[in-house]
């Protein structure tokens, strides 16, 4: 009898891996063995947490760069993408993320934000005066960031000469003129 259990319990052994082997054979390989990576989706929007302090106001926060897509990765623009990521004692009022128009961001930190999507070559056929601004003034003293359209491409040829002229006119006047209080296609105490 307990031969006869012994080749009964063999046998059902013996079909269970006959049944198993198929599905481990086609089970499919490890990322390490396939010579690929894994591919993490996000679990949550990155702008989510941004958004529910910071609302949009009546321009709409997102603007233009809400649809877009950076060009040198694909990926969609976000918060982050631009401001960089909040420490845990950000809601504490610390400032740890980039302020555009803020004294405490030189020129060149805020602009090379920009430039991780604007190429200096797109700007210049643009509007001839990004090659001679781009090191002194920051993107964000003439282009506003997230209204739906920004004021700057709003202009004709003649408000633009007229920006230029009242910049320059109040540098000129005034020696701790800051190039962030000039505003698009406002006029200009």
Known sequence: MSVLRSLLTAGVLASSLVWALPGLASSPATPAESGTRWEVAPQRNPDAACLKCHKTDEDGMHGKHASVVNPANELAVTCTNCHGNPSLHHREGVKDVMRF?????????????????????????????????????????????????????????????????????DQRNNPSFNPASVHPGKEQP
């Open 101 to 169: 128009n803020d004294p405490m961001y030189s020129v060149e930190q805020q602009n090379s934000v920009c430039m991780t999507c604007h190429l200096p070559e797109q700007l210049q056929k643009a509007f001839w005066p990004h090659d001679v601004h781009v090191a002194k003034v920051t993107c964000a003293s003439c282009h506003q960031l997230h209204p739906q359209q920004d004021k700057m491409q709003a202009l004709n040829d003649k408000g633009r000469i007229k920006l230029c002229v009242d910049c320059h006119s």
